[in-house]
C-alpha cells in the first residue's frame, strides 16, 4: 500500500473519523451555529439587538468566525503564580476527551462500519458513559491550576455539580438500558423501531438526562461555574487566548457529544432511515441522521438562555437531590417495568 493508501485507511477508520471529522470538525461548525442561534433567540425573544453587523445578510453569522480568529491569533497572557503544567494541559485534555465517546458509539447498524468489536459494542453505552465522565476533572484541575480565588471558587461549584449531575445523567441513560435490556447502542436503536422513540416510551429518564447534559455542560439556567456578576468566568478566570477559546469550545464539543448518546437512546438514532450496504447507505446518510438530531438537541439546549434566568448553585443542587434524582430512578423503574411487558 502507498503511503496516501494507509493514510486514508487510517482517516477513514470508523473511530477517528468519527473523533475527526464528527467530532472535532463537527462540534466547531456546531459550536459556531449554536451560539449564534443562541444569541438571536435571546435578542429576539427579549426584544433586543442580536449579532447582526458584521455581516446583515446572513444575520450576523460571521460576527462568530470572527471571534474565533480573534481568540486563534491573540497573545494568551499566563500569569507567573498559575502552577504552569496542568494550567496549559488541562484545557487541551478536556478539549480531547470530550471528543473521545465518539470513537466508541456506532452511528449506524451496518457493522462493516462500527468503531468497536462485536463483542465490546455489547457494552458501548457502559463505555461510552465512562469516557463522557471524564472531562469536568479537567475543569477543576484548571481552576486549581490557575491559582486564583474566583477560579478556585469556580473548580468548587464544578466540583458540586459534577457529585449530583453526572450521576443523574448515568442514571438517566441507564433508563434506556432498563427499558430494551441491553447496554448495546445499536441494540437500543433498534428496539425503539422508527417512531417507538423512548423519549416517549420513557419520558422520565428522557427528562432527567437531558437537564442532567444542560447542567453538567453548564448551559443556562445552570451555568454556575463560570457566572460573571460573581466569579468572573470561574474556573477560566485566567486563561486568554487561544486557552480560553479551548475551554470554551470544550464545552461545546462535550454537550455535542452527549446529545449524540442522547439522541441514540431516546430519539431512535439513525431511524427512520434503514442503514443499507455502502459506504453512502451504509454509514454516512445514517451519521448524517444522527448528527442532525443531535444539532437539534445543542439548539434546543442553547434557546434555554433566552427564557431562563441563571440558578443559583443550592438551587441546582436542590433541582437535583429532590426531583432529578427520583425522577431519573422512576425512569429505572419505568423501564424495568416496560421490558417485563414486553413493551419495548
Known amino acids: 500500500m502507498s503511503l496516501a493508501e494507509v ?3 487510517i482517516i477513514g477508520w470508523p473511530p477517528v473519523w468519527q473523533v475527526l471529522v464528527i467530532g472535532f470538525l463537527g462540534s466547531l461548525v456546531i459550536a459556531v451555529l449554536a451560539v449564534w442561534f443562541e444569541r438571536k433567540a435571546a435578542a429576539r425573544v427579549q426584544r433586543r439587538l442580536g449579532p447582526y453587523w458584521a455581516s446583515p445578510r446572513l444575520g450576523g453569522l460571521l460576527h462568530l468566525i470572527a ?36 470513537a466508541v458509539v456506532p452511528f449506524t447498524s451496518n457493522p462493516a462500519y462500527w468503531p468497536l468489536p462485536p463483542s465490546a459494542m455489547e457494552y458501548s453505552l457502559l463505555i461510552a458513559l465512562a469516557i463522557v465522565t471524564l472531562p469536568p476533572i479537567f475543569i477543576i484541575a484548571a481552576g486549581w491550576a490557575s491559582n486564583n480565588p474566583f477560579a478556585v ?11 449530583a449531575y453526572e450521576l443523574i445523567a448515568i442514571l438517566g441513560f ?58 468572573v468566568a470561574g474556573p477560566f478566570t485566567e486563561y486568554s487566548g487561544l ?19 442522547l439522541a441514540l437512546t431516546f430519539l431512535g438514532g439513525w431511524y427512520p432511515l434503514v442503514p443499507g ?38 438551587q441546582a443542587l436542590d433541582l437535583a437531590w429532590k426531583i432529578l434524582l427520583p425522577m431519573a430512578l422512576a425512569g429505572i423503574a419505568l423501564g424495568l417495568f416496560e421490558a417485563s411487558i414486553g413493551l419495548t
Not at 497572557?77 to 480531547?96: E, K, S, Y
Not at 486557552?243 to 448518546?261: D, K, P, Q, T, W
Open 7 to 9: 493514510a486514508a485507511a
Open 174 to 231: 441507564l433508563g434506556a438500558a432498563a427499558s430494551t435490556g441491553t447496554f448495546n447502542l445499536v441494540a437500543i436503536v433498534e428496539a425503539q423501531g422508527g417512531i417507538m422513540w423512548l423519549a416517549i416510551l420513557n419520558p422520565l429518564a428522557f427528562l432527567a438526562a437531558f437537564i442532567a447534559i444542560v447542567m453538567s455542560t453548564s448551559a443556562f439556567p445552570f451555568e454556575i461555574p463560570e457566572s460573571e456578576p460573581e466569579v
Open 243 to 261: 486557552l480560553y477559546a479551548l475551554n470554551m469550545g470544550g464545552a461545546y464539543m462535550r454537550r455535542f457529544a452527549l446529545s449524540i448518546i
Open 67 to 102: 471571534d474565533m480568529v480573534r481568540y486563534a491569533f491573540q497573545y494568551p497572557i499566563i500569569p507567573r503564580t498559575v502552577d504552569l503544567i496542568p494550567f496549559l494541559a488541562a484545557p487541551i485534555a478536556g478539549m480531547v476527551i470530550a471528543l473521545l465517546p465518539l
Open 153 to 163: 471558587i469556580g473548580g468548587v461549584r464544578e466540583a458540586f455539580i459534577i457529585v
Open 277 to 314: 450496504e455502502g459506504l453512502l447507505m451504509g454509514y454516512i446518510l445514517p451519521s448524517v441522521v444522527v448528527v442532525v438530531k443531535a444539532v437539534i438537541v445543542v439548539l434546543a439546549i442553547s434557546f434555554l438562555r433566552a427564557v431562563y434566568g441563571r440558578y443559583r448553585l443550592d
